[in-house]
């Protein structure tokens, strides 16, 4: 193949992965601001004043559910294209503005995807992808990681 064509196709193929990125990041900021042109910030102050008024605290009115972070994570993942770890994937969510309710970030995120094993596969020392997307190997190394260490549940990379 000539050289000057495989750049291209490489360069190709960064694109799409950022553009997926800038995507996920466009369906995430929809998803906790609504959508385009509308006003956002009496919203947020409701919900601040809601919290207040309870006596409870604004963290819990901003964090996702457990089941929408894993529909974002998998957004994430998706449009890295790679495994990512449970570290990557904190701060990529952080990145976008995502608030998780933990002190353990990492740990939590772990937990969730561990919980959605039918979703996201764990490439032991590679991180998290989704199962449609790990190869056969992957798939095989993850359930071999399970039989071998049971004991490593969420908190395994």
């Known amino acids: 193949m000539d050289h000057a064509y495989a750049n291209a196709l490489k ?3 960064e694109i799409e992965r950022e553009l997926a990125m800038v995507n996920s990041f466009l369906d995430l900021y929809r998803h ?5 042109g509308e006003q956002t910030e009496p919203r947020v102050q409701e919900s601040l004043d809601a919290a207040n008024n309870e006596g409870g605290t604004n963290q819990a009115a901003r964090s996702p559910k457990p089941s ?3 529909d974002i994570v998998e957004r994430v993942i998706r449009g890295a294209g790679h495994p990512l770890t449970r570290s990557e994937i904190v701060s990529r969510l952080e990145s976008a503005g995502i608030h998780l309710n933990s002190e ?3 740990r939590y995120v772990g937990t969730i995807l561990w919980r959605e094993k039918s979703r ?3 490439i032991p020392g590679k991180g998290y992808i989704m199962a449609d997307m790990a190869t056969p190997y992957d798939a095989t190394s993850d359930m071999l990681a399970a039989t071998e260490h049971p004991d490593e549940g969420p908190d395994s990379d």
Request: aromatic fraction near 12%.
């Open 104 to 106: 353990d970030k990492p």
């Open 68 to 70: 929408q972070i894993a």
């Open 32 to 36: 906790f601001n609504g959508p385009e």
């Open 11 to 13: 360069r190709k193929e």
């Open 120 to 122: 996201f596969t764990n």
